[in-house]
């Protein structure tokens, strides 16, 4: 059963960071890619980023420059820093494993006020 547990969200203002965590119940190396991806209000879930085993990286438009994925292998753990966050970075953040991503954590809430 592979569980992924997200933390580290909350209410920030705009310019402020943040830095997402996402532990998986086993390797990340289990799965072919980890991921963020993000979900607002009425409307659907996209890709934030997604990083492979191997490292490669692949950020949404919107987020380049600002947020950084990255990894602690020996911790199971992903990580989103989020840096210079936007009133529409505003969503709930999920951690999806694989690619196409097949499991998904519960998601956290990242409010950014103006």
């Known amino acids: 059963q592979v569980q992924l547990v997200e933390s580290g969200g909350g209410l920030v203002q705009a310019g402020g960071s943040l830095r997402l965590s996402c532990v998986a119940s086993g390797s990340i190396f289990n799965f072919n890619a980890m991921g963020w991806y993000r979900q607002a209000p009425g409307k659907q879930r996209d890709m934030v980023v997604t990083m492979t085993t191997n490292g490669n990286t692949n950020y949404a438009d919107s987020v380049k420059g600002r947020f950084t994925i990255f990894r602690d292998n020996a911790k199971n753990t992903v990580y989103l820093q989020m840096n210079s966050l936007k009133p529409e970075d505003t969503a709930v953040y999920y951690c999806?494993?694989?690619?196409?991503?097949?499991?998904w954590g519960q998601g956290t809430q990242v409010t950014v006020s103006s």
């Open positions: 999806g494993a694989n690619w196409p991503p097949r499991y």
